[in-house]
């Protein structure tokens, strides 16, 4: 049985302890992240590792951290402090060329559904016969073959969002973060956009995800990081922390109460 995949180590301070460690590879490690803005400490000491192969949901409240720790984590923000590996070793340009992210509004160029995919993969060097053939994979799978002709930005946002993930995934990732890219969609473009996750995560790739929805989690997620205040509150297997969270932050949440600890923050 597969165990937790994504373990945050925190101690005393920093939450409840995580669940037993899972065998496998760790594909990132990031140890002590920390981020501070206008002498404002908005990421506070974060330890997490990402193993191959899972799905991890990272869920908490509003102001939690939750999309500052996935750029953290891809590199689009700088830490304060703190270090990240990749497969052991430094996290350099083949290490970020290797991952993908996805944004809760999609950026859409200002060309037609087709030559999005191009451009995404003509910059990863791919050319002719391979690129279309990674063109027409993605259109099918994202069920867009029929608008590959129209402008991106025309398209209904469920659509713009497929594509998004389409276009991020064309790229071959071995890892995708994804900041809660079903936020304001209606259910048959969220189970569009679920089904190309799981597939994706079938066909290898490792999946870091932001979710408000607990039914999504519930459906999608191997672990759970829960983050409170910038820290993790605790961490584990999807199975046992949504049914039986350890943290007063994450049991406050998941029962719609207000969490507020003894700094003032809440959940």
């Known amino acids: 049985m597969r165990e937790a995949g994504a373990l945050a180590r925190a101690d005393s301070a920093n939450g409840p302890a995580p669940d037993a460690a899972a065998a496998g590879p760790v594909l990132l490690d990031a140890q002590g992240l920390r981020l501070e803005i206008g002498g404002k400490r908005l990421i506070d000491g974060i330890d997490i590792r990402i193993r191959e192969g899972r799905k991890t949901m990272v869920m908490g409240a509003n102001g939690a951290g939750k999309s500052l720790l996935l750029r953290l984590l891809h590199g689009l923000i700088a830490p304060s402090a703190g270090r990240m590996t990749w497969r052991g070793g430094p996290v350099d340009k083949s290490a970020r060329r290797a991952q993908a992210m996805v944004f809760q509004r999609p950026v859409m160029l200002r060309r037609s559904v087709l030559a999005n995919l191009a451009f995404a993969l003509k910059v990863r060097g791919l ?6 053939a990674r063109i027409d994979e993605a259109l099918d799978k994202a069920r867009l073959s029929d608008l590959a002709r129209s402008p991106a930005r025309v398209l209904s946002g469920g ?8 276009r991020a995934l064309a790229c071959d990732p071995k890892l995708l973060f994804l900041d809660e890219p079903t936020a ?13 996750i799981a597939d994706a995560n079938r066909r290898g ?7 408000h929805d607990l039914g999504q989690a519930r459906r999608l ?17 999807a199975s046992r922390v949504l049914s039986s969270p350890r943290s007063e932050a994450a049991k406050a949440w998941l029962e719609g109460r207000l969490f507020l600890d003894g700094q003032g923050a809440q959940s």
Do not use: K, N
């Open 184 to 196: 304001s969609l209606d259910p048959a473009s969220t189970q569009a956009i679920e089904s190309l």
């Open 205 to 211: 790739v490792t999946v870091v995800m932001v979710t």
């Open 159 to 166: 659509e713009q969002q497929r594509l998004a993930l389409a």
């Open 221 to 237: 997620a191997d672990d759970i990081v829960f983050l409170h205040a910038g820290r993790v509150a605790e961490s584990g297997p």
């Open 127 to 132: 050319r002719g016969a391979a690129r279309q």
